[in-house]
């Protein structure tokens, strides 16, 4: 299956260079590339919602907080997988999704798993299919 990659955040050095080769402040150029990201990651959730892929996410960390709070999915990705036990059972903040454990990806069988946390993206996908499922993955 096809794994993509949007990098949510921003290059330090591009970012920078932006900053110091332009007459834009810091802050201009903070959301110059923020929308930039947001119209990339709105592109993917509009082929998403095409598509209806049947699709989770996993990672209820800061950064699935902030992405499933920006973008409206709660119909669309129901469940935030997280191994910690103490999310597990709860809602995420905001767009409340419920949080569940891993092993809901046995049963609900996902198209695409959208992978929140890229530092442990490698170890996400190795876990996804050593349950034996093998869907797409988005990584941000």
Same mark, same amino acid.
């Not at 923020?34 to 800061?62: P, V």
């Given at each position: ?5 949007? @990098? ?14 332009? =007459?834009?402040?810091? @802050?201009? #150029? ?11 990651? #709105? ?9 209806? !892929?049947?699709?989770? #996410? ?31 059972? !709860? ?9 569940? #454990?891993?092993?809901?990806? @046995? ?20 876990? @996804? ?5 093998? =869907? ?5």
């Amino acid at each position: 299956m096809a794994t993509y990659l949007l @990098t949510i955040s921003c290059d330090l050095e591009h970012f920078l260079d932006k900053v110091i080769t332009s =007459p834009m402040s810091v @802050t201009e #150029a903070f959301n110059f590339e923020f929308e930039k990201i947001k119209a990339t990651s #709105a592109q993917k959730i509009n082929q998403l919602k095409a598509d209806q !892929k049947r699709t989770i #996410a996993w990672g209820a960390g800061a950064r699935g907080v902030s992405f499933f709070n920006i973008f409206d999915l709660a119909e669309e990705v129901p469940f935030i997988i997280d191994i910690n036990e103490k999310r597990q059972g !709860k809602f995420l903040p905001g767009s409340g999704q419920k949080i569940v #454990a891993p092993d809901l990806l @046995t049963s609900y069988d996902p198209d695409l798993v959208i992978i929140t946390n890229p530092t442990y993206a490698d170890e996400i996908m190795a876990h @996804t299919r050593s349950l034996g499922v093998d =869907p797409e993955f988005w990584v941000l």
